[in-house]
């Protein structure tokens, strides 16, 4: 893999584990769709590829996106906050962004009862995302 253009180097904080957060939104409407980690390693695969790949902190090992559900992410445009530690993953999702099959990982909103009401539907089964 190549290493990150100079000025992304300097430009991102990197935490102690040496990882940044990675929002994922979808180009062309704006939705949110989920937020994961990414370490020099995968984001020089995924500005090499323009397929998004992050790194998995349960797993401890890269996670290429859709390598198992086939709902991949192809990086349209790469954006960085002020302060460097975060970026703005603007993509072209295929299929959901989330594990639970819907399209994204932000699904449940706060009711005025104080509970959480799920805002999106089951778009896929998981099952057959990720095998039963």
Request: hydrophobic letters at 35%; aromatic letters at 6%.
């Amino acid at each position: 893999m190549s290493d990150l253009p100079a000025a992304l180097e300097e430009a991102i904080a990197f935490n102690d584990k040496g990882l940044v957060m990675a929002v994922a939104q979808q180009h062309d409407s704006g939705e949110i769709l989920m937020v994961a980690w990414m370490n020099r390693e995968s984001l020089a695969e995924t500005l090499e590829t323009r397929q998004v790949c992050y790194w998995s902190r349960s797993r401890g090992k890269l996670w290429r996106k859709g390598e198992s559900s086939g709902q991949t992410q192809k990086l349209v445009e790469l954006q960085i906050d002020c302060d460097g530690d975060s970026l703005l993953l603007r993509v072209d999702q295929k299929g959901v962004a989330c594990h639970t099959g819907r399209r994204s990982c932000f699904y449940r909103s706060l009711n005025t009862d104080g509970g959480l009401d799920d805002t999106l539907p089951v778009v896929t089964d998981p099952g057959k995302l990720y095998g039963a």
